[in-house]
């Protein structure tokens, strides 16, 4: 499908899409719905399904959100409830039934792919929800798209990221650095996690106000071992059913920060609450800290979300240039 700026298709096309037959396809719309906020760009678009810890390879299941998906034992490293972002106390009546999801021990859980891929498996993955952006197909490695910009790092610094939320699965994430010259692997980024340099982070609310809370950092039971990985600070509903948007949302799973507004926490973007839909939720900025003794030359940066309320892994990946202090012009 051709789209044109005029009415009367004489000017250069202002954009093609491939249409996908006999199945949905995803295009971009404008104002505030559900793919804003977390998924600007769709870069939401970009994860791996069906991934359970213990296992060898994710399986792009989509109906079990409770069983181990490989019928692996592996028992879960993090059962602390100040580092759970569902059934923190066990009283849901299935159980544990988040044992086996990723965020139970950050790390461990297989990925299709270390920077994702499109639409979250190798097939139609509709179910949860994964459509591949416009102009990709299921399955695109996301480690094989083109570089789209560079970003300059110095070596010893400490530097801003950020990311948002869309749907909101709990769990924690980490930022890993691999070389842009060796195979995108996660053997390799988890070569080279990176500290966080602050045990502070920052919520940016969508009424345009930053607020800055105390995070939650957790660095055992986790891979690379002793590595620190941080808690999404986000709560989801407390009261929605597991992998469910727009349900009432009465309660949050745990306390959201302390001097949080009501867009503070929620299912996603657009969850319903009292009959009206709510704002975009925060978007998380943490301060890392580049090596000093780290090598210049070029690098992916990337970032890798586990999961507590579903078995899948978020991830997205981006270009830096790591230069020498003493190198950087001014």
Known sequence: MIVYDGRDCRLAPKVAYKIRVDTCTLFPVSGRHYWTGGCDGFACMWFSQGCSIGCPHCTGNTTNWVD???????????????????????????????????????????????????????????????????????????????????????????VEVSWGIAANHGGGYQYRLCPKSAPLTEECFQRMPLAFASEKQTLRLANGTSLSIAGTFVSTGTTPRGSTWAMNPVPACGDALPGSYNRSCGSPQFPPPPGCD?????????????????????????????????????????????????????????????????????
């Open 68 to 158: 181990n998906l490989c019928g692996s034992t592996k028992a879960p490293t993090i059962n602390d409830p100040a580092f759970r972002t569902f059934n923190r106390h066990g009283t849901d009546p299935l159980g544990d039934w988040t044992k086996s999801n990723p965020w139970r021990a950050p790390g461990t859980a297989p990925v299709l792919d270390a920077c994702g891929v499109a639409g979250g498996f190798t097939k139609n993955n509709e179910g949860p929800g994964g459509h591949p952006p416009p102009g990709y197909a299921w399955g695109d490695r996301g480690s094989e798209l083109p570089v789209q910009g560079t970003t300059v790092w110095v070596a010893g610094s400490t």
């Open 262 to 330: 009501e867009t503070c926490w929620g299912d996603s973007d657009e969850t319903i609450r009292g009959g009206h839909r709510r704002a975009v939720l925060p978007t998380i900025v943490d301060r890392l800290r580049v090596p000093a003794a780290l090598a210049p030359g070029d690098y992916v940066l990337g970032w890798r979300w586990d999961c507590e309320q579903t078995p899948q892994v978020w991830a997205s990946c981006s270009d830096v240039t790591v230069v020498r202090k003493d190198a950087v012009l001014v």
